[in-house]
């Protein structure tokens, strides 16, 4: 069993910046593709960020260019920086682990707010 924990979120002002972090427990972090989700109010839950067991990178068009994706296997931790926020970025940013389809593990999740 994996358990994942999420923190760094908080209240921004636009253009500024946070980094999010998210430890996992367990022995197989190494092996998990990891991703960021983000869910605003009233909106589906959307992919932000992945990053494979392999490091390779992928981002949603909204973020390219200003969030960054990387993880440190021997820290068990996966990180999202955020850069140029802007108000549309506000809302909870979950991580997620996956291997294929049959281990998938889910954060609580942590609230980012954009706002002067």
């Known amino acids: 069993q994996v358990q994942l924990v999420e923190s760094g979120g908080g209240l921004v002002q636009p253009g500024g910046s946070l980094r999010l972090s998210c430890a996992a427990s367990g022995s197989i972090f190494s092996s998990l593709h990891m991703n960021w989700y983000r869910q605003a109010p009233g909106k589906q839950r959307e992919l932000v960020a992945t990053i494979t067991s392999g490091g390779s990178t992928n981002y949603a068009d909204s973020v390219k260019g200003r969030f960054t994706i990387s993880r440190d296997n021997a820290k068990n931790t996966v990180y999202l920086q955020m850069s140029s926020l802007e108000a549309e970025d506000t809302a909870v940013y979950y991580c997620?682990?996956?291997?294929?389809?049959?281990?998938?593990?889910w954060g609580q999740g942590t609230q980012v707010t954009v706002s002067p």
């Open positions: 997620k682990g996956n291997r294929g389809t049959t281990w998938v593990y």
